[in-house]
C-alpha cells in the first residue's frame, strides 16, 4: 500500500497550533503586553477596537528587534528567550515557547514596526494568514509595535465563537489588569476605540490596585509580607467586610505572573475562615516569589497554571501569612475568655418574670393607606423595602395610580393566556381561593385538580416580562430620589455599568452623573427601593461576569433577568390573599408563564385523578 502519512504544511500546522493559544482577543492582549515586557519595556501602550475583534495594538519602548530577528520572530519556535532545556528551569522571562508570534499571524492580519536604539531606521513586516505580504525599512520610534487585525479572518467558525463585545472587551480587561498589577514598575494605558481608558504610572504595588480598583480600594486593603527561605510573600487581602459575592479581584502573581491555583485559593479562603458572609468572596492581590527551579510554567501552553515542587509547604505558609496579618490588624475576632461578670444577669433576676412593656397601638393605622394629611412627608420619607408589596407592580399600574386600590380591578387578560391548565371560563372564577404554604408556594383549585406556584420564580417571571417590555417600548416610569444617590465603582465594573447605562434608562434608572468610577443616581424605576439599588447593580456587574460562555448574550435580556431576580418576591415572605390572587393572574397574563426567566418551571397541576390515586 502506498505511503498515505504527509506534513502538515507549515501555515496549517500554525493554525491549528494558534487554536491552544488565542482563543479570543484577550490571548492576543495577554501575549503582545508578555512580549513588551520581556522586551524591557517602561512603558506600554495597549489600544483595543471593538473589543478588540477589528484591533489589538501593543506599542512599547523596548529594546526593539534588528531585521532579521523581526522576520524570525513570525516563524514557530523561534525564540530569543531560551537555548537549551536547562534554560527551561531558570525562566526570567514571560515567553519561552517562540509560538505566539506565528500563532497570531496565522489566524489575522499583523503589522510590525520595530527599531533598536543603535540602528537610524526600523523594520516594518505585515503578514496576513502566515503570509509575508510587505516587508520594508521605515522611520520608527526605539521600540516595537504590533497591530493585530481581524482576529479569525480565515476562520469564520472561530470568529462567529466570539461574545458580545461588552463580554470579549471584559476579558481584555482583565487580561490587562493582570499584566499590569504584576508590573507596577512599568506605565501602562488602555485605549478603548480612541478613548482612554486607563492610565497608570509607574508606582508602587499598593497605588497601582488602587488606580486600577478605585480610590476606595485604599482603605480595604490589609498588607501581608513573609519572607522564608523557600517563600517571599507580598501584597495585601482585602478586609472581609468588604469580601464581595463575585470572585473578581483575586490574584496571585508568582514570580511575576498571574497564576490560577484552585488549592492556593483554599488557603486563602481557610485563613478568612470564620470572618465572611455566607457567599462571598475575599479580594486577594498576592505576589509569590520562589526559585524558578522549584517551579514548572511549561503545563499549558497560556502560561497560567504552574507545578509547584512543595506545594503543602506553601500553602501553609501563606494560609498562615495571611491569617497573621488579619490578626495584627485586628480583624479576626479575639477569643472572650474574660467575659465581664457584671453584664451576666445577676442570680436573684433569674427567675423573675419579666414586665410586658406598655405600648399604645394605633390598630387602624395602615402604612399603605394615603392619607392626605400625611401626603407631603410620605412622599419623601417614606421609602419602600424590597418586602412591600409595591415591588410586585413595577412598571404596571404606574401612571399616577394608587397602585394598591388595584387589586380589587386585577383579572384575567383572557386572550394573553397560552397555557393549558384552564379548560374553560370557569375554571378562572375558581382561581380566587388561594392558600400560601410554607411561605413560598401558592396552592389554587382549578377546574382539573389544583395548582401550586412558586412565589419567587413565578415573580421573577412576571417582573422580567415587564423590565423587557419597558426597556423595548422605552417607556419605564422612573421615581425620584430625594437626594441624589453616590455609588462608587471599580473601573472595570463602571464599565460594565458604562455599556449598559442606556437600557438600565429604559427601566427607569435616572443618572445625573456618570463620572470617572462614581454614579449619581436620581431616579429608580418604581417600586425599586433606593437600599436596593446598589445590590441590583452589583449583582448585574456579577451576572455579566459570569454570563453562561455559551448562551446567547443579549445585555437587554440579562439586565431584565438580573433585576427580576434581585427584586422577586423571594422565597420565606408571607402574602396576604389578595398579594396571592394577583400574583397568580399577573403570571397567567404572562407570554411565557410556565417557566422563570432562568428556565425553571413556575408551577406544577395535579389532577383530581391523580390525587384520587394516592388515596387508593
Ligand atoms: P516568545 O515570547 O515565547 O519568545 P513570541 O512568538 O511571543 O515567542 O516572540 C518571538 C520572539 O520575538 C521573542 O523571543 C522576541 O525575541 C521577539 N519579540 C516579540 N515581541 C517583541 C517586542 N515587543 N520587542 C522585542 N522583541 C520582541
Ligand atoms: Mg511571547
Not at 506534513?7 to 497550533?17: F, R
Not at 509580607?225 to 517563600?231: A, C, F, I, Y
Not at 439586565?559 to 398579594?579: F, N, P, R, V, Y
Amino acid at each position: 500500500m502506498a505511503d498515505i502519512i504527509q506534513l502538515l504544511p507549515d501555515h496549517v500546522a500554525n493554525q491549528i497550533a494558534a487554536g491552544e493559544v488565542v482563543q479570543r482577543p484577550a490571548s492576543v492582549v495577554k501575549e503582545l503586553l508578555e512580549n513588551a515586557i520581556d522586551a524591557d519595556a517602561s512603558s506600554i501602550k495597549l489600544l483595543i477596537k471593538d473589543a478588540g475583534k477589528t484591533l489589538v495594538q501593543v506599542i512599547d519602548n523596548g529594546k526593539g528587534m534588528s531585521t532579521t530577528d523581526a522576520r524570525l520572530s513570525f516563524e514557530r519556535h523561534a525564540t530569543s528567550k531560551i537555548r537549551t532545556a536547562e534554560d527551561l528551569f531558570q525562566l526570567h522571562t514571560k515567553g519561552f515557547r517562540g509560538e505566539a508570534l506565528a500563532s497570531i499571524a496565522a489566524i489575522a492580519h499583523v503589522e510590525l514596526k520595530t527599531k533598536q536604539e543603535v540602528d537610524d531606521v526600523g523594520n516594518t513586516i505585515e503578514i496576513e494568514g502566515s503570509k509575508v505580504v510587505l516587508q520594508e525599512v521605515i522611520v520608527t520610534p526605539n521600540g516595537t509595535s504590533v497591530s493585530v487585525k481581524n482576529l479569525f479572518f480565515n476562520i469564520p467558525a472561530r470568529r462567529n465563537f466570539l461574545k458580545s463585545d461588552v463580554v470579549e472587551f471584559r476579558h481584555v480587561v482583565d487580561e490587562f489588569h493582570r499584566v499590569a498589577l504584576a508590573h507596577p514598575n512599568i506605565s501602562f494605558a488602555l485605549y478603548n476605540n480612541g478613548s482612554e481608558t486607563f492610565n497608570l504610572p509607574i508606582s508602587n504595588f499598593r497605588q497601582r490596585i488602587v488606580n486600577i480598583f478605585g480610590i476606595k480600594t485604599n482603605e480595604k486593603l490589609v498588607p501581608v509580607e513573609e519572607d522564608t527561605e523557600v517563600l517571599k510573600i507580598s501584597g495585601f487581602v482585602g478586609k472581609p467586610e468588604f469580601a464581595k459575592k463575585t470572585r473578581g479581584e483575586q490574584y496571585f502573581f508568582v514570580n511575576n505572573r498571574f497564576i490560577k491555583s484552585a488549592y492556593l485559593n483554599h488557603a486563602i479562603s481557610s485563613a478568612f475562615d470564620g470572618l465572611l458572609k455566607n457567599g462571598t468572596h475575599p479580594s486577594y492581590f498576592l505576589k509569590l516569589d520562589v526559585d524558578p527551579q522549584t517551579i514548572d510554567i511549561n503545563i499549558h501552553p497560556t502560561k497560567t497554571e504552574i507545578k509547584f515542587d512543595d506545594e503543602h509547604t506553601l500553602y501553609a505558609l501563606l494560609r498562615s501569612a495571611v491569617k497573621h496579618s488579619l490578626g495584627q490588624f485586628n480583624i479576626a475576632p479575639v477569643l472572650d475568655f474574660d467575659r465581664d461578670p457584671n453584664l451576666d444577669t445577676p442570680y436573684s433576676y433569674k427567675n423573675n418574670n419579666a414586665d410586658v412593656p406598655k405600648i399604645e397601638v394605633d390598630r387602624n393605622f395602615n402604612p399603605f393607606q394615603t392619607d392626605s394629611k400625611f401626603l407631603g412627608k410620605q412622599t419623601t420619607v417614606f421609602k419602600p423595602t424590597i418586602n412591600n408589596w409595591d415591588s410586585l407592580y413595577i412598571g404596571l399600574e404606574s401612571k399616577g395610580n394608587d397602585s394598591t386600590n388595584n387589586f380589587s380591578e386585577a383579572h384575567f387578560e383572557s386572550e394573553e393566556q397560552n397555557t393549558s391548565i384552564f379548560e374553560n371560563e370557569n375554571d378562572i372564577e375558581k382561581l380566587h381561593t388561594t392558600y400560601q404554604i410554607h411561605n413560598k408556594y401558592i396552592v389554587s383549585t382549578i377546574k382539573s385538580g389544583m395548582l401550586v406556584i412558586d412565589q419567587n420564580r413565578a415573580h421573577q417571571r412576571i417582573l422580567y416580562e415587564d423590565f423587557l417590555k419597558n426597556i423595548t417600548i422605552k417607556e419605564a416610569i422612573s421615581q425620584q430620589l430625594l437626594f441624589p444617590l453616590e455609588l462608587h465603582f471599580s473601573k472595570k465594573d463602571f464599565e460594565i455599568i458604562k455599556q449598559l447605562k442606556v437600557d438600565l434608562e429604559h427601566t427607569g434608572f435616572v443618572f445625573s452623573n456618570v463620572k470617572y468610577e462614581s454614579i449619581e443616581i436620581i431616579g429608580v424605576p418604581v417600586g425599586v427601593p433606593e437600599s436596593e439599588v446598589s445590590i441590583i447593580l452589583e449583582q448585574l456587574i456579577s451576572d455579566v461576569e459570569n454570563e453562561v460562555p455559551d448562551s446567547h448574550f443579549s445585555a437587554t435580556d440579562l439586565l431584565a433577568k438580573s433585576m427580576a431576580k434581585s427584586l422577586a418576591i423571594k422565597t420565606g415572605q408571607s402574602l396576604k390573599k389578595d398579594e396571592q390572587e394577583h400574583l397568580l393572574n399577573k403570571l397567567f397574563a404572562c407570554k411565557e408563564p410556565n417557566v422563570s426567566p432562568t428556565n425553571r418551571i413556575t408551577f406544577v397541576t395535579m389532577t383530581v385523578d391523580e390525587l384520587d390515586k394516592k388515596f387508593i
